[in-house]
């Protein structure tokens, strides 16, 4: 099989290389997508030249991204809307709790879905399951028409792609403010944030979003190397006493644990340093042009 050296530029000077076989490739209606194998990380999915999920460690990112929020809440929860997700990770882990009786997943581009179930089947959950609306379409318009239609969620997972493209949308005030009208006052919100290392305005931005209609923000990360560094993850809840910090359930993943889940709301100086020092200017920090 061919292989060849592809890198991603993800800082300014900063380039991460793998050699990759590739799998599958198409220029979807929204994006280029490309399926690749690798030596280190396994198989992998690439958006418009940015990787998206490897099967090394995609564990961690969707542990994190799902556990946090479902385990610090004080009661079971019983209902998740997935924004994005496309690889079907966030699905997969949401899947784990009985309680839940409905799950609903908005994902923009179909293609994406396709391809993982086909090439990703490690990651992805089950999209039969008969908890499961699958909607493709436009993740900020159906949480618009939630919003007209009064329907509220316990938990709501932003699985997004970083502030580039069609998912700028998703991370400008309107939308935040649907969100938040469509989240239970006892439910949590998360959203992966990007890494502040080469991407920091992002992560301060989303929390000042946050705390434009939450009442109770809070911050916490995880190591993702293949994205290049240690990822951060934005929580809100309009519970002012509910700590988020603090799992209320047992679980135990490959990565995640209650003493993970404490953890890792133990940010560096210098990222509390980015949030002190954050002038928002009103305008979605877009860090990560496509290089592709």
């Known amino acids: 099989m061919t292989r060849y050296l592809w890198s991603e530029r993800i800082g300014p000077g900063y380039i991460h290389g793998y050699e990759i076989c590739p799998l599958y490739e198409k220029r979807t209606k929204f994006q280029r997508l490309l399926i690749f194998s690798?030596?280190?990380?396994?198989?992998?999915?690439?958006?418009?030249?940015?990787?998206?999920?490897?099967?090394?460690?995609?564990?961690?990112y969707h542990e994190m991204m799902v556990h946090v929020p479902i385990l610090a809440?004080?009661?079971?929860?019983?209902?998740?809307?997935?924004i994005g997700g496309g690889d079907g990770g966030v699905l997969r882990e949401v899947q784990r709790y009985k309680s839940i009786r409905r799950i609903v997943q908005?994902?923009?581009?179909?293609?994406?879905?396709?391809?993982?179930?086909?090439?990703?089947?490690?990651?992805?959950?089950d999209w039969n399951d008969k908890r499961v609306e699958l909607i493709i379409g436009d993740g900020a318009k159906y949480v618009k028409e939630a919003r007209e239609r009064g329907e509220k969620f316990d938990v709501i997972i932003l699985d997004s792609t970083d502030p580039i493209g069609p998912a700028?949308?998703?991370?400008?005030?309107?939308?935040?403010?649907d969100l938040a009208a469509i989240l239970k006052d006892d439910?949590?919100?998360?959203?992966?944030?990007?890494?502040p290392v080469t991407m920091p305005k992002v992560m301060p931005f989303i929390r000042k979003r946050f705390l434009h209609v939450f009442e109770n923000v809070s911050v916490y990360m995880a190591p993702m190397p293949t994205f290049g560094?240690?990822?951060?993850?934005?929580?809100?809840?309009?519970?002012k006493?509910?700590?988020?910090?603090?799992?209320?359930?047992?679980?135990?993943g490959r990565y995640y644990n209650p003493s993970i889940h404490k953890s890792s709301f133990t940010l560096p100086n210098w990222w509390r340093d980015l949030i002190?020092?954050?002038?928002?200017?009103?305008?979605?920090?877009?860090?990560?042009p496509s290089y592709w």
Request: charge should be negative.
């Open 38 to 60: 690798n030596e280190q990380w396994g198989k992998g999915l690439i958006l418009d030249g940015i990787v998206q999920t490897t099967l090394g460690d995609e564990f961690i």
């Open 73 to 82: 809440r004080n009661k079971d929860t019983e209902s998740v809307l997935i």
């Open 106 to 125: 908005v994902e923009l581009d179909e293609d994406v879905i396709i391809a993982c179930r086909k090439y990703l089947p490690e990651i992805c959950g």
């Open 168 to 177: 700028i949308v998703l991370f400008e005030r309107p939308f935040h403010e």
């Open 187 to 195: 439910g949590i919100v998360v959203r992966q944030s990007g890494l």
């Open 229 to 239: 560094g240690e990822i951060a993850f934005v929580a809100g809840t309009k519970d």
């Open 241 to 252: 006493g509910l700590s988020i910090t603090e799992p209320k359930r047992e679980f135990s």
């Open 276 to 288: 002190v020092n954050f002038k928002d200017d009103g305008k979605v920090p877009v860090e990560t």
